[in-house]
């Protein structure tokens, strides 16, 4: 009997530990953003009051400015345009190339995999001078289109490692039954594969898509003031001093983050599968 | 070839030249069939190639030239190994590859030994505990410049949290032997999320046999721990280890925003000094050369990734 209840003290002692651990952790990891949320919710006064306040009556002053400023709109809508762009190029090229990585065996394959594996290991601000003067010499700097290709390219390993694991578990009998009845290799992967690996292509889609909104290096060396995107307009504020705009500079943040959170959340099973993809089977 | 098997019969009136059209049709789909792994994979090598091997060949190429921006692309005159010569005795170069060393150093390990206890903590088995794992992805993926936006903000000295709660006045980011400092916590802020989900996927795909088996043995948790499921988990560590070796030791955005490889040089890695001989002060083959030792001492790290990741599968 007492044995049993030093058991249940013991339990309760590891479960109070256990939160104690999980909660220091939520206030490490998350409770740094929900500040920068809540600066970007008070007035001018209130940020710059010392020591900080921790009640107060939210206001949306910081939103509306930024969501009636030119600049950030026009690095917004850079963003959206060269996401969408890099996503949707991406996936066309990447997505059937990964197919016949994970199905065919061709001379050269295993080279080509390793390849991409190491592309996507390359440190960007290496590969951005030549990249830069190249774009340059084909009139393409400053363009959103040099940042499409760039990003499209970075994108590649990424979604055909991903693509290449999730075909490879697609069991061969449905192809094999399409052959069967006459049906050529690109109709097999269009009308039977594709489908199936739907839940695979959201996941390689959203990384993809991660990678281009999340990019700063490109765009701060491709695009100029009209082309730029969302992170590179806001590392501009963060230029020397941050000044007096906090109330701004937060705002932008969250609206930019905003939508990346939303889309890890949707991924978050196989985001560290996706991540690490190529690497841990 | 299989189809050929399997060709219409029945009631056609004309059954020769169904056949032959039959024969054709089979011959196009053998035609298509063959052109399928080229005509998948060529794109994919075609922006390889323009985005990667052409660049990084033209690199190379100026890393042992003389060459200017207003110079004809392929212009340049063999200079051999002299960029490479004023890139070593660059006393910023060697410093900057020092620091470099040392930072990725001391970032990976400490997200590798905080990655593993968060992972533990995260696998056990209580209610709620799922929250807190889709709570830590949000640092590890949201947008490099706004974490390192959020942590200037939180390190102003003298409006930022961090100095509100320490009661201090500490100038972070602008004291030569404490920058440093800050741009790596922040980068462990943001990447130890990853290596805990990673270490945490490998915990859960453990058999639970041998825990078990050494539960019965009678060992207690910390022994079970480093004999039993931290020899298991070793693969995951591994690979853990490398990734964020190769992504740290091409840290850039946190710091360049945070404090743009100052104070007097303090946090001026690798990647900054690569990233200013190029952009700023427009010393191209002297970037050329720096570029390709970054991206040499990377390969390095692919090679030992490759041998320890072993993936039978490709050969």
Not at chain 2, 122 to 147: D, K, Q
Request: contains cysteine; positive net charge.
């Amino acid at each position: 009997m007492s044995g049993f209840a030093r058991g249940k003290r013991r339990k309760f002692t590891s479960y109070v530990l256990t939160y104690a651990g999980l909660v220091s952790l939520f206030l490490v990891f998350v409770f740094p953003l929900l500040w920068i949320v809540g600066i970007s919710l008070k007035t001018r006064e209130q940020i710059f009051t010392n020591p900080p306040v921790f009640f107060w009556i939210p206001t949306f002053e910081n939103y509306v400015h930024v969501l009636t400023q030119s600049d950030f709109l026009a690095s917004f809508g850079n963003s959206l345009v060269v996401t969408t762009a890099s996503v949707t190029l991406s996936l066309l090229i990447g997505i059937p190339a990964s197919y016949t990585f994970a199905r065919f065996h061709f001379p050269g394959r295993g080279v080509a995999m390793i390849t991409l594996l190491i592309m996507r290991m390359l440190p960007p601000v290496a590969i951005l001078l030549p990249l830069f003067v190249l774009f340059k010499a084909v009139g393409l700097s400053n363009t959103r289109i040099s940042v499409i290709i760039a990003y499209t390219t970075f994108s590649l390993p990424l979604i055909v490692w991903v693509m290449k694991d999730y075909f490879a578990n697609l069991p061969k009998e449905l192809e094999e039954a399409a052959y069967i009845d006459g049906a050529s290799r690109m109709l097999a992967f269009r009308r039977i594969v594709l489908p199936l690996a739907r839940p695979g292509i959201v996941t390689a889609a959203i990384l993809s898509l991660l990678l281009a909104w999340n990019d700063f290096i490109f765009a701060a060396i491709l695009t100029n003031n009209a082309t730029r995107t969302s992170p590179v307009l806001l590392a501009s504020y963060a230029g020397g001093e941050t000044g007096t705009n906090w109330g701004a500079i937060t705002a932008s943040g969250v609206l930019v983050v905003i939508p990346v959170i939303i889309f890890s959340l949707i991924v978050q099973k196989h985001l560290v599968q996706g991540l690490s993809s190529g690497t841990v089977k | 070839m299989v189809a050929q098997q399997f060709e219409p019969t029945g009631g056609y009136v004309d059954m020769v030249g169904e056949d032959a059209m039959s024969e054709r049709r089979n011959a196009w789909i053998k035609f298509q069939d063959r052109m399928f792994v080229p005509l998948t994979t060529v794109p994919t090598i075609i922006a390889s190639l323009l985005v990667f091997g052409i660049p990084l060949t033209f690199s190379l190429l100026l890393s042992f030239q003389g060459w200017t921006i207003d110079s004809a692309l392929l212009a340049g005159r063999f200079v051999g190994l002299a960029n490479y010569e004023d890139l070593f005795t660059d006393p910023l170069f060697r410093s900057s590859l020092l620091l470099t060393i040392g930072y990725t150093l001391s970032t990976v390990t400490l997200e590798l030994l905080f990655g593993l206890g968060v992972a533990l903590l995260l696998n056990s088995r209580v209610p709620f505990v799922r929250i807190f794992r889709t709570a830590l992805i949000i640092p590890m993926m949201i947008t490099p410049i706004v974490a390192a936006l959020t942590w200037k903000l939180l390190l102003d000295p003298s409006y930022g949290l961090v100095n509100a709660i320490l009661g201090t006045r500490t100038v972070w980011l602008g004291d030569p032997n404490l920058a440093l400092i800050a741009v790596g916590i922040v980068n462990i802020w943001q990447n130890t999320p990853f290596v805990a989900i990673l270490l945490l996927a490998g915990l859960q795909s453990l058999p639970s046999e041998p825990v078990e088996a050494a539960a019965v043995d009678g060992a207690n948790s910390w022994q079970t721990f480093r004999h039993v499921t931290l020899p298991l988990l070793m693969p995951y560590v591994v690979v853990a280890v490398l990734l964020r070796t190769i992504f740290e030791f091409r840290s850039f955005e946190n710091i360049w925003v945070m404090t743009g490889g100052g104070p007097a040089n303090a946090t001026k890695l690798l990647s900054v000094y690569t990233f200013e001989a190029s952009f700023l002060s427009f010393d191209l083959t002297l970037a050329a050369a720096s570029s390709w030792v970054m991206l040499f001492i990377v390969l390095i790290f692919c090679v030992f990734f490759i041998l320890a990741t072993k993936r039978k599968e490709i050969q």
